[in-house]
């Protein structure tokens, strides 16, 4: 990420109104904020992020605006001037040269001009309907036009010729200036593309729906939930050096213990997951070179070159080379088509770079993203605003070029099926190469690089041993997991999440302490006989859609992030926030269940011998089972609600009041043959 | 290939922590979490299996309610394993303290959880030392009951497993924290107040890029606390996780002493302040002294090539208040504070009905109106019924006392007529918590699957943990970088084109003109697809006829 706003940069330009519009930053044009003003794009170019500028009046000499950075103590001036007001410290002469309102004990409310003189004060008085402003219109927008100090001006004008501004209380009166404030000034904030950032922004002022109305919060639960981390040093698998007259026997083998720091997305959010996920593995932003920023004062073209020599230093390692040389580009529906920000093309006139054979793999065995989806080109869409096209052949050089690997779920589950994968790649000798014509030579290198990239990435999401499982999908989640789960290595996060929360408990349930315990006890005809490995890959049926031991620590959870005004005397949280979707949750780990019948352990009491033995009969290996559990220790939340209704008055007048028995645990049952404690554990197989 | 793509030699680099690579397998030395259950999590340094441990023949041992878990079982595992409890003589070790020990029972009694849990803290410990290593390691035997899942630790359930020596930073908020004050692979942190560690280790993991070379710049975090024992707890803990080369921690009085290591800055791009008085701590992270703006001698510990981003944790407005207010003098820009309710929910089936089993939590009244309607017919009829017969047989029954009669018969109807009525229809017999209860009912739906499936919150949810505030210090910018910027880089010329938010006109011509771009592109692309389909279909046909 860079401090300073580079040529072509994606950015967020922070409005009074609180609005950002993304706009890039392309130098030697004009950037228009509407009604805030215009200003010549270089006049921000090579300036730090986060810096309020204020578009200053066109002088007479010049045709454009130029740019005044305002100071943090000029933004912060009216609140600080208030608060100094309060404690008594200050007089009006000490304030900001510029008209501040502010509140003068005992003498009610005042608007201040330049000199520190009172120029009108505000009472108590609730303003009636009569109150106006007595500028009109047109006499406004002759105000704007005649360039008025960045619209502090208007905005004092106006003030001043509200006619019942002596009658506003302090409240209706701070809120008339910040109103004007926000509609007249000229300022902006330049604040660099993030995924907190450009998150917020898709989600609060562009289409939420896009993003499945993912607020900040999610991004951080899920991120840290699915572990998501660097994932270590990249470690590049060597060039099989293979021939173009070699197929597919001189690919590359897998090797599955290099395989580390991995993580599986399934993402619907057109990529937003991804670029969230890959900010926490550190994939996101173009590496910084040790003193990049300093080249400030270069000269353009000489930083220009010196780009450019990087950007050769970094394709040499092959791992740029015509990564997105997709066969589909032309196919991908353009839903984006008019917001969807153009490639940087600033490495058009790439040199000729050596290349490693059709073979080489281009991905890092470490700290990847395996993103799976269910069309046959994925929706990364988003990515484009960190310069990084999915479908782009001869990408220009970009960290997730070797660590973002995709596979539609057809490659992942029957990859004969996918013609990519199962193709032969051709083979042609040098010589026969060397005859045919260029376009046609390009594309048989492209289809054996093709070929092997595909061959590499099936292969290697099959191989598993995945660190945890991203998703925010809309797809089901029970039938993402009945083909992930398999795939994640033992103790793996899995973080799904999803705007509604019926999805994420009726995936819950298949884990739920009844289904467990059912399982492990062995009245599943169709598990018995199976081996672990095959449970693992259980193909689910209609009672058991997935195998419930392959998770532990089951939890859905929701977080919303309450904002507050903080001002001297008016902190009160926002009267509004957005809506919609709330956005919940699911955690888990993968778990490996133990070989064998697992009992389970709570605080049993005996309490009949006859219903052991019929335990025992149960059994068929002659040992007595104790009963399973009814449940894996719950938090109080269950146990109370059970509570609740165990102190009912029993229905049952005939039988004993067993369920109070089993809840206070101290009067014999006949009825029951022993009693389980709230907090037993499930029995397991 | 040139060198870049060779695989990097990974052989210098210090052991890498267990939260941030735990490896495939449990070992030895290594940090696990045992899960007891859901929300029960506990820490533990797995030790080599060397002879005799705490009196136990297996070596160091975990006691806990689910059974005992020698750690010889629980090492070379794969993560995630179920560990099933072991056969432990825990009733004759040789030690001479009182402690009723019947745990050898394998159903075990009330008393012997309490000790278990007792004993558990004991060996959980990791300073505990392991004297007599003579004996060899008894051969273990797994027990009939009992079991464990044993999980890698991360920061999160280093949380939830977490030894309290302070308020504790909890999942909901250090992951939004985190996300807001952009702390990512390669950042520097400084976080002032470690507590507990859990925001350390969460932030670790967040900046984590790599153990730093000599001289090498990797993220880092830079930790301060002031309380001794937490401190001196702290930087064990960190060294048992190998994560002492990343968390560089500091025992200091932030408010007086400031942050800079050894009078060097740390050049920190992102901080946390979990600090009783943020405001007193706050003039030290400033780009300037901010007393004196022209004191070179002054080192800030900010990046001087960053936006600095802070977030302060604190509980009371009046700290936030006072917080805002320091950081609005001091320059801070974008001032934004929220507050973080995290919500957690139970899924359960929620049954309602006269013809469920008899199971606990479920709710044996009329699922609907229909359900009640066919109870009260049924009742009413065998009333009627009932007292047609009595009127037979004692006819000269006063008509007051026969109403009496009715209304007790009724009451007693309602008592067991339902258990009654049960029987005369479909009425299951059911077992409640029997191994049978698992079976299907005969309504073909089993137990697991019956009812509605609900969710609710947890019964008592944290309404508040902290407000959280929000800033960002950006790059100072004096008049000469503006000067220089302005001079050296692109410089402003003629500019034609318009972009941002143009007028209408505008935007039509552009409209305008991208459609006809658009067209000719298409021509364009069709023509390139038609030519490279000719060639594909000649290279089919080159493969079918060799």
Not at chain 1, 138 to 164: P, Q, Y
Not at chain 2, 527 to 540: H, K
Request: proline residues 6%; aromatic residues 6%.
């Amino acid at each position: 990420m860079h401090s300073l706003i580079r040529p072509n940069a994606w950015v967020g330009l922070k409005l009074p109104s609180g609005s950002t519009k993304i706009i890039q930053i392309v130098p030697d044009t004009t950037i228009s904020l509407g009604k805030y003003g215009a200003f010549p794009a270089n006049l921000v170019l090579g300036r730090p992020y986060h810096l309020t500028f204020e578009v200053l009046d066109k002088t007479p000499e010049e045709a454009f605006s130029r740019l005044r950075i305002v100071p943090a103590s000029e933004l912060h001036a009216e609140v600080i001037a208030e608060e100094d007001e309060a404690e008594g410290k200050t007089t009006a002469a000490d304030r900001d040269a510029n008209a501040v309102l502010t509140a003068t004990e005992g003498e009610e409310f005042s608007l201040v001009d330049e000199q520190g003189n009172i120029v009108a004060r505000s009472g108590r008085e609730v303003i009636d309907d009569s109150a106006i402003q007595k500028l009109t219109h047109d006499e406004i927008e002759e105000l704007k036009r005649e360039g008025n100090n960045a619209g502090k001006d208007v905005i004092a004008k106006l003030m001043l010729s509200h006619t019942a501004l002596d009658q506003k209380t302090t409240f209706s009166l701070a809120k008339y200036k910040l109103l004007k404030t926000k509609k007249y000034i000229r300022r902006f904030q330049v604040v660099p593309i993030d995924v907190a950032t450009f998150a917020q922004w898709q989600l609060e002022e562009k289409d939420a729906s896009k993003i499945m109305d993912m607020r900040a919060e999610m991004f951080g639960l899920v991120g840290c939930w699915g572990n998501v981390h660097y994932g270590g040093e990249d470690s590049m698998i060597d060039d099989p050096h293979s021939r173009t007259d070699q197929g597919e026997e001189t690919c590359v083998p897998i090797q599955p213990d290099e395989l580390k720091g991995r993580w599986l997305v399934v993402d619907d959010t057109c990529g937003m997951l991804v670029a969230a996920m890959a900010e926490r593995m550190g994939v996101l932003y173009p590496k910084e070179e040790e003193g990049e920023d300093a080249t400030v004062t270069e000269q353009a073209p000489a930083r220009e070159a010196k780009q450019e020599v990087k950007t050769d230093a970094q394709t040499q390692n092959g791992t740029a080379q015509e990564n997105g040389d997709v066969d589909m580009v032309d196919v991908v529906p353009e839903t984006t088509v008019p917001e969807r920000p153009k490639m940087t093309t600033t490495n058009k006139k790439q040199k000729v770079r050596p290349r490693g054979s059709d073979f080489a793999i281009p991905f890092s065995q470490t700290n990847t993203l395996t993103v799976i989806h269910s069309t046959s080109q994925p929706n990364l869409s988003l990515l484009n605003y960190w310069n990084f096209d999915v479908t782009a052949p001869n990408h220009p050089p970009h960290p997730l070029l070797n660590h973002l690997l995709n596979l539609t779920w057809l490659q992942l589950l029957k990859p004969e099926l996918d013609t990519s994968y199962s193709t032969e790649p051709p083979t042609a000798s040098a010589e026969e190469l060397a005859s045919w014509k260029p376009s046609r030579r390009g594309n048989f290198h492209r289809k054996r690089r093709r070929f092997a990239r595909t061959r590499y990435i099936v292969d290697s999401t099959r191989a598993g041993n995945f660190s945890g499982l991203v998703c925010a999908s809309s797809m089901d989640p029970i039938s993402i997991l009945k083909h992930t789960l398999p795939l994640l290595a033992g103790g793996a996060p899995v973080a799904i999440y999803s705007p509604s929360i019926e999805p994420l408990a009726a995936l819950a349930d298949c884990f739920s302490v009844p289904r467990r315990t059912a399982w492990t006890s062995g009245n599943v005809p169709e598990t018995v006989g199976k081996s672990l490995e095959e449970l693992e890959r259980w193909e689910g049926n209609e009672q058991f859609p997935l195998n419930p031991t392959l998770l532990q620590g089951v939890s859905i959870q929701t977080s919303r992030a309450r904002r507050w005004q903080v001002l001297p005397m008016r902190t009160h949280p926002l009267m509004t926030e957005r809506g919609g979707a709330d956005g919940y949750v699911f955690t888990a780990w993968r778990a490996k269940p133990a070989e064998g019948r697992v009992e389970a352990r709570g605080k049993f009491k005996k309490i009949q011998p006859s219903s052991t033995k019929k335990a025992a009969k149960i059994d068929g290996e002659g040992t007595p089972v104790e009963t399973p559990a009814t449940g894996e220790e719950e938090d109080s939340a269950t146990a109370g609600k059970r509570k609740r209704a165990d102190t009912l008055p029993p229905l049952d007048t005939e039988g004993t009041p067993a369920p109070e028995n089993a809840a206070t645990g101290d009067v014999a049952s006949p009825t029951k043959k022993r009693k389980v404690d709230g907090e037993a554990k499930v029995e397991e197989v | 290939m040139d060198d870049t793509m060779a695989p990097k030699t990974r052989s210098q680099t210090p052991k890498i922590s267990p939260f941030l690579e735990p490896g495939k397998t449990t070992k030895v030395g290594s940090l696990a979490i045992l899960q007891l259950s859901r929300d029960n999590l506990q820490p533990v340094y797995l030790k080599a299996p060397s002879g005799k441990h705490d009196g136990y023949a297996e070596g160091a041992v975990v006691n806990t309610r689910y059974g005992s878990f020698p750690h010889s079982t629980m090492i070379g595992v794969p993560w995630g394993s179920q560990i099933r409890a072991s056969k432990v003589d825990t009733g004759s070790r040789g030690r001479n303290n009182k402690r009723k020990r019947n745990k050898s029972d394998d159903d075990g009694k009330e008393a012997s959880a309490t000790v278990a849990e007792e004993k558990t803290e004991q060996e959980s410990t990791p300073a505990e030392v392991n004297d007599d290593s003579a004996a060899v390691a008894k051969k273990i035997v797994a027990d009939v009951s009992g079991f464990i899942h044993i999980l890698p630790p991360t920061p999160e359930v280093w949380t939830s497993s977490l030894p309290h020596r302070t308020q504790v930073v909890y999942t909901p908020d250090y992951s939004y924290v985190l996300h807001r004050i952009r702390a990512r692979p390669g950042s520097v942190l400084i976080e002032a107040g470690a507590g507990s560690g859990s925001f350390s280790h969460a932030s670790v993991r967040a900046v984590y890029n790599g153990y730093p070379s000599e001289g090498e710049r990797k993220g880092k975090v830079y930790s301060f606390e002031f309380h001794e024992q937490r401190f001196h707890k702290m930087n064990q803990e960190l060294k048992e996780h190998n994560l002492n080369s990343l968390v560089h921690l500091t025992h200091r009085d932030v408010y007086n002493g400031g942050f800079l290591i050894d009078g060097k800055s740390p050049e920190a791009e992102a901080i946390f302040l979990d600090l009783p008085a943020p405001w007193e701590a706050l003039h030290h992270l400033s780009r300037r002294n901010p007393k004196n703006p022209e004191d070179k001698e002054w080192v800030s510990p900010l990046n001087p090539k960053k936006s600095a981003h802070i977030c302060t944790f604190s509980p009371c407005i009046e700290q936030v208040t006072k917080t805002v207010s320091a950081m609005r003098r001091l320059g801070w820009v974008d001032i934004d504070m929220v507050e973080i309710a995290n919500r957690k929910y139970h899924t359960s089936r929620e049954r309602v009905g006269l013809n469920l089993s008899m199971d606990r939590g479920v709710n044996n009244s009329a699922r609907d109106v229909d359900e009640a309607l066919s109870r009260l017919t049924e009742i009413e009829a065998r009333f009627r019924e009932h007292a047609a017969r009595s009127k037979e047989s004692d006819d000269e029954m006063d008509g007051d006392e026969d109403d009496g009669l009715i209304k007790r018969r009724e009451k007693k109807e309602q008592k067991g007529g339902r258990k009654r009525g049960g029987e005369k229809k479909v009425k299951i017999d059911h077992k409640p918590d029997s191994p049978e209860s698992f079976e299907a009912l005969p309504s073909g739906v089993p137990m697991w699957m019956e009812g509605r499936l609900i969710t609710r919150g947890e019964p008592e949810i944290k309404t508040h943990t902290s407000y959280l505030v929000f800033a960002t210090l950006p790059i100072e910018w004096t008049e000469e970088d503006e000067a220089a910027a302005a001079a050296a880089r692109h410089p402003v010329i003629g500019e034609q084109k318009v972009i941002g938010l143009v007028d209408k006109a505008a935007r039509k011509q552009e409209r305008r003109e991208q459609l006809q771009k658009a067209t000719g592109n298409r021509k364009a692309r069709r023509m390139e697809r038609a030519a490279e389909l000719a060639v594909t279909a000649e290279e089919e046909v080159g493969v079918v006829v060799p």
